[in-house]
Nanobody, 124 residues
Framework: QVQLVESGGGLVQAGESLRLSCASS????????MGWFRQAPGKEREFVAA????????YYTDSVKGRFTISRDNAKKTLYLQMNSLKPEDTAVYYC?????????????????WGQGTQVTVVS
C-alpha cells in the first residue's frame, strides 16, 4: 500500500525553481515527522530537509539553506519542498519520508515510510 506519493519534479535551467509535493495517506499524518531526501547517481541518499508535525521545528542541510523551503499543509495532508535558485548539483531523485515520532530525524535510517521518488534535473 503506497502511503506517500511525490510529484513536481522535472527538468529546469540553473537558477529556476520547482515545487515538490508529497501527498500522504498515512493515518498517523498529523503526528508524523516528515522529511525530504535525495539521491544522485552513484551517491548515497542524503538528507535535505525535515519538519515536525507541529511545524515548530525545521532542519535543512547546509547546501540548501536559503534556497529551499519545506512546509506542510496538514489539512491537505501534503508536504512541500519549494526549491529556488536551483543548481546542477541539486540534480537527484527526491524522496519524501515519514515517521510517527515526536523527534525530528535527519537520518534516512530513522524513517519507515517512503515515496517512490521524483526526478529533479538541473542543467546549466
Amino acid at each position: 500500500q503506497v502511503q506517500l506519493v511525490e510529484s513536481g519534479g522535472g527538468l529546469v535551467q540553473a537558477g529556476e525553481s520547482l515545487r515538490l509535493s508529497c501527498a500522504s495517506s498515512r493515518r498517523t499524518y498529523n503526528r508524523d515527522a516528515m522529511g525530504w531526501f535525495r539521491q544522485a547517481p552513484g551517491k548515497e541518499r542524503e538528507f535535505v530537509a525535515a519538519i515536525n508535525w507541529l511545524q515548530s521545528r525545521i532542519y535543512y542541510t547546509d547546501s540548501v539553506k536559503g534556497r529551499f523551503t519545506i512546509s506542510r499543509d496538514n489539512a491537505k495532508k501534503t508536504l512541500y519542498l519549494q526549491m529556488n535558485s536551483l543548481k546542477p548539483e541539486d540534480t537527484a531523485v527526491y524522496y519524501c519520508a515519514a515517521r510517527n515520532t515526536m523527534e525530528l530525524p535527519t537520518s534516512h535510517n530513522s524513517y519507515d515510510s517512503w515515496g517512490q521518488g521524483t526526478q529533479v534535473t538541473v542543467v546549466s
